[in-house]
């Protein structure tokens, strides 16, 4: 049993008095020993952040909200709000070299860094924009475990965590020698190029796709009127003008049309529909949904005791496995598996190779715009739309040339190394920052430059 003696002169010289026994945990009275509290975050960013209220806009905007933040990077993704139809909590106007923390649920550490001006935040961020230090070392920053420590102990909730605005600026902010920065600076900007690199080499491969099939220059076009035989809708069971949208058509024959023998999914992959027997105790890696980043397609797993696993954790995931979301399917919720030990929800179509198309082919159709918009077609359900096995299992798949799958494959593999090496080098200056908290700056520097020469 953990426990603390803590002298009451303590508890009333904290501002807002708390007297939790969460508050006074001995790890985070360790953690708030780490940091002089003389310098905090408030001393370093500007606190004139602008909002939609006192600076209205006249256009339609990317809106950023909480759960399209990477919780293992600095990435995000934002969703296009036409201009009147703003979401209530859309609030600040965000720039680029802005730092964004989530203050929900502090311990998922939601932490990105703006790429462009003209965002608008939720009202749920908090908003870093660096006055007199650089914005690339406080990203460093606020990916520490003494950065989660500090917010989840100035946490006041218990089935809601979150922290204000005012909690993150008081967190006592750990400031090194310029060369120390310079160096996890010029870190963060590697880790940025080598996930830009990483997307733009992934576009490429699903580029080489599109031209293929000549479909390179497509758009869905959404058509309000248009004409169905009756025994259309009898054969598919289905009378909903949607499903019936010409564009899917448009979709499935472009890709029919490049082979002389249409294939269908099922017909090159086989489905793995592994079950496993839940030991309470051990501990497993669970991947749903929201585990898989739909802008890079990394996958952040859980780790659950089996005691706790919901009951869709229903399959075992192999290296290799092609993962797709029944749920949202459009979202993107699809990838690669990347290595052996996680088990998977029931809400996903697993897929495993098994014919003339490789993995990487098949990924680089089903995260295109052809999949995610026929997605639209087959799916059941209106403010949760899902699609069946069947409905995947059935999509139409080109069996390119041996030689431009190939192609396809080493753009897709060398997306993902570089994905991963970001991954790594962000991790390398968060880590950095904490051996200088934790020990001291020239242990930071060494451990640093260390870990450079080795990659």
Sequence with gaps: MEHSVVNFSEVKAVDDFRIDAEYWHPVFIQNSELVSPRQKLRDYVSRNIANIKSSPINQDFE??????????SFEYQTTMVQLGEEPDRAHYLLKEGDIVVS?????????ALIKTDGIVGSSGLAVLRSNNIESKYLLAFCKTSYFVNCLMRANKASMYPAVSTGDILDTPLFVPSKFLRSLIVETVKNSVIALDKSKQIYIQAQTLLFAELGLAD????????FVKNFSNTQRAERIDADYFQ?????????????????????DEFKQNKSTFEVDPEKLYRYVEIGSVNVSTGEIVAEEVLGKDLPANAKRVLK????????????????????EDGYVGSGAFCVLRENGQINKETLLACLRSKLF?????????????????????????????????????????????????????LLEHAKRAVEIAIEQDEQAAINWLESVSEAV
């Design 63 to 72: 809106y950023l909200e909480i759960s399209q933040i990477s919780l293992s």
């Design 103 to 111: 203050t929900v649920r502090p311990n998922r550490n939601a932490v």
């Design 218 to 225: 497509w758009q869905p076009k959404h058509r309000l009127t």
């Design 246 to 266: 010409p564009k899917y058509d448009e979709i499935e024959k472009g890709i029919e049309h490049y082979s002389d023998k249409p294939a269908k999914v099922r």
């Design 319 to 338: 290296k290799g496995d092609v993962i797709v979301s029944k749920v949202r399917t459009y979202r993107g919720a699809i990838t690669i598996v990347q």
């Design 372 to 424: 995610l918009t026929w997605s639209w077609k087959p799916n059941t359900g209106t403010s949760y739309p899902t699609l069946g096995d069947d409905d995947i299992l059935d999509f139409p798949i080109p069996i390119l040339p041996k030689e431009k799958q190939v192609e396809i494959k080493q753009k897709v593999d060398e997306s993902f190394n570089l994905r991963k090496r970001a991954k790594d």
